[in-house]
């Protein structure tokens, strides 16, 4: 074997290293340097930091957590089906619009009953 079958691979973890490490040094190097108490102060769910560890909290932060991913990991599922519609044929694309059919009317109950609603 010779490093040639491997410079593929090595080009790819350098490239994705650099993409991934660039913006941050250059966001260290050029950004502005102007520090508050805002910015410098750490942040939990949308409470302030520096109360009772045992303070009761709105479950709803939560909800809005759990019926993200619930729709984002549903969402994800179109995108191998869009680009295999033509090989999967007719029975492929209804199965989907019954799965999206489910999605809208769980969608539809929870706008019903408030889940989306933020006080």
Do not use: H, T
């Not at 991934?20 to 949308?46: H, M, T, W």
């Not at 007719?90 to 969608?107: H, S």
């Not at 539809?108 to 408030?114: I, L």
Request: net charge negative; charged share 20%; glycine share 10%.
């Amino acid at each position: 074997m010779s490093l040639e079958q491997y410079l593929p691979v090595i080009l790819f973890i350098l490239v994705g290293c650099g993409v991934g490490i660039a913006p941050q040094v250059l966001g260290f190097l050029a950004g502005p340097r102007r520090p508050d108490a805002a910015k410098n102060s750490p942040y939990e769910c949308g409470f302030e930091a520096f109360e009772d560890a045992r303070m009761k909290f709105d479950v709803r932060y939560y909800l809005v957590a759990i019926l993200f991913i619930l729709f984002d990991l549903e969402i994800a599922f179109l995108f191998p089906w869009a680009v295999s519609l033509r090989e999967i044929g007719p029975e492929g694309f209804w199965a989907m619009m019954i799965f999206l059919g489910i999605l809208v009317v769980g969608f539809a109950y929870e706008w019903k009953k408030g889940a989306l609603d933020w006080e």
